[in-house]
Every structure is written in structure tokens, then in C-alpha cells.
């Protein structure tokens, strides 16, 4: 874990905002404002100019449910239900179980909003279980699909893109009244992001509750069981490392949460599809930018670094 990190490149695409020390993508992302914490965990902006014939194939592995605006780019997506053809929509995806395979062609602009656990259930009742590994359209929170398309002026920086979409999500909240999500979800995530290496039944007894209903809750904000959503977020943060997105500090700690060799492998290639060295060394431009996302928004939540912060990637 120790050893200099070298991730894949795919050297075609250019992103807008720049690349990692390492030549990985980044797009523009922030937190939210605060009035808005409680729904909305990261605003982001990602702008890639490629060859118009240039194809991409890579994957998302998502913990959580996001409003997904795709402006440019002929784009696919291997879904629960099967392949779909996507081009300019507003979308909301689920969170993911495991690796969804995913492709654009050309060039491609993707504006979004990371939705924390249980906003699509406190918003619209929107299960989080029925939209894992799948996605529909804006209109099942509530939003206008053409009026998200309408948002943003191709002349406005991302941070006035970001600007627009939190306008736009304030006052839907502000209409209906919508109250904020279960704490005991905005605990357990906090707890993922912090130490997923936890026990379930541990968490249970800080905070107070049985056991089984701290699973209803999850199942329902997360749409998994708690054991997955750590395992998951274990799985991430390990990603994150060898895309070189992560802290390497933390490089030690991470290789720690797992037994052994063996049990990295095998559970990094039960979510990924891939065992590690495999996924370090292919080009996942679209994988390393939700990466840098999440890690950018964990940083912060666990005050490792302040909010808007120089990144120890960059």
C-alpha cells in the first residue's frame, strides 16, 4: 500500500477543470450551502472535451442516490433493467450495489446534486431500494425535467451552474415543507464516511436504538443493509486510494480494514468487477471523478481538510 501509485490515464479526453498531480480528471465540486445540508451533500460540474469519435467505457459506483443533468455526450448505462441509451436528460440515480457499467461518446458536460440518505424518501417518498442500479427522471422528486435543462446558461461559470441548482432545490423544499431526513441515517453515514471498519450492532448501542430498527432505517434511506453500506464504503475509500484521489496518509489505515490481501481482492472484485490492480491500471476517467467527489466531500466531513480546501491530490 506503501508503493508510489501510478493509475491509468486516458489521455484523450481534456476536463475543464484540470487534472490531479497524477493526470486524473477533476471536475468543479462543492458543499452545498448550509440551509441546504441537511437534503443535499455536493453540487459538481464536470465539463470533458474529446475526439467526437471517442469512446468511452468505464463505470459509477454511487452511495448514494444523485441528481445526474447531462447536457453533451451520446451516453449508455448497464442498469438493473438492462442497457439504456441516454442523451441531454435530467435524471435522478439511485445509489449502486456494484459497479454500473457506463459509456459516453464525444464529448460531455454532467451538472449534478449528491443527494444525502433519505432525501428522495423525505422529498418524495422515494424509495431508495426500488431506484438502486436503476434511474428515471426528475419528475419522481418533484422537479421540472425542461426547467432543469433550462438552467444552466452555457456563458455562466460552474459556480454560478452550482448557484442555479441550489436556487432551484431551495425553493422546491421551501414549497412543501419538506422536513429533513431520519438523524439516525445522517449519523450512519457520517459513520461510513468516518469508519466504516465499525459493527453494526455497535453503532446501534451509541445511538441509543434496537438493532433492527436501525436496519429498517437503513434499508429504507440507503437501500441496502448496513453491513453492505460499510462494506461498500470500505470498498470506495480503497478505490479512491488507488485512482490517487484519496490521502495517501491514510494509505496504512485503509489496508488495515481489511484481514488480509485475500479479503481485498475478493471483495474489491465482488463490487468492481475487477480485482485492484486491474482497476489501477485501466484509464476510469467517469469512476476517478465520483471518486474525487466523495473523497473531497469525506474530507471535509471529517475535518481533515476545511471546507473548499486545497485537496491532497491536487
Known amino acids: 500500500m506503501n508503493r508510489?501509485?501510478?493509475?491509468?490515464v486516458d489521455r484523450a479526453i481534456a476536463p475543464a477543470a484540470g487534472v490531479t498531480r497524477q493526470g486524473q480528471p477533476l471536475s468543479y465540486n462543492r458543499a452545498?450551502?448550509?440551509?441546504?445540508?441537511?437534503?443535499?451533500g455536493r453540487f459538481y460540474v464536470t465539463v470533458v472535451d474529446a475526439p467526437a469519435d471517442h469512446a468511452l467505457q468505464c463505470g459509477l459506483l454511487a452511495d448514494t442516490a444523485c441528481i445526474r443533468v447531462q447536457l453533451r455526450g451520446a451516453w449508455t448505462a448497464q442498469t438493473r433493467d438492462g442497457l439504456c441509451a441516454?442523451?441531454?436528460a435530467a435524471l435522478v440515480f439511485g445509489p449502486n450495489t456494484r459497479r454500473m457499467a457506463v459509456g459516453v461518446t464525444g464529448s460531455f458536460t454532467s451538472v449534478g446534486a449528491v443527494l444525502r440518505p433519505?432525501?428522495?424518501?423525505a422529498l418524495a417518498r422515494l424509495p431508495e431500494a426500488e431506484l438502486a442500479d436503476r434511474f428515471t427522471t426528475v419528475d419522481a422528486l418533484g422537479l421540472d425535467p425542461e426547467q432543469w435543462l433550462g438552467l444552466f446558461d452555457p456563458g455562466d461559470t460552474p459556480e454560478q451552474w452550482c448557484q442555479a441548482m441550489e436556487q432551484a432545490l431551495r425553493t422546491l423544499i421551501a414549497w412543501r415543507g419538506t422536513?429533513?431526513?431520519?438523524?439516525?441515517?445522517a449519523r450512519f453515514e457520517s459513520a461510513a464516511l468516518a469508519d466504516p471498519s465499525i459493527a453494526v450492532g455497535e453503532f446501534a448501542q451509541q445511538c441509543g436504538i434496537e438493532q433492527r430498527r436501525l436496519e429498517r432505517i437503513v434499508r429504507r434511506d440507503f437501500g441496502m443493509t448496513p453491513k453492505q453500506v460499510l462494506r461498500r464504503a470500505?470498498?470506495?475509500?480503497m478505490a479512491s486510494h488507488l485512482r490517487g484521489v484519496a490521502d495517501d496518509a491514510e494509505a496504512e489505515t485503509l489496508a488495515l480494514r481489511y484481514y488480509d490481501q485475500s479479503h481485498l481482492?475478493?471483495?474489491?472484485?465482488?463490487?468492481?468487477?475487477?480485482?485492484?490492480r486491474q482497476f489501477m491500471d485501466r484509464p476510469q476517467p467517469l469512476m476517478t471523478l465520483s471518486l474525487e467527489t466523495r473523497q473531497a466531500r469525506r474530507l471535509e466531513m471529517t475535518e481533515r481538510i476545511a471546507p473548499g480546501g486545497i485537496r491532497p491530490w491536487q
Do not use: K
Not at 32 to 40: G, Q, T
Not at 118 to 121: D, F, I, T
Open 4 to 8: 508510489q501509485i501510478r493509475p491509468g
Open 32 to 40: 452545498p450551502a448550509p440551509d441546504l445540508a441537511p437534503w443535499i
Open 86 to 88: 441516454l442523451g441531454r
Open 118 to 121: 433519505g432525501a428522495g424518501h
Open 179 to 185: 422536513p429533513e431526513p431520519e438523524a439516525i441515517s
Open 234 to 237: 470500505r470498498a470506495l475509500d
Open 265 to 276: 481482492i475478493r471483495e474489491f472484485t465482488a463490487l468492481f468487477g475487477m480485482s485492484p
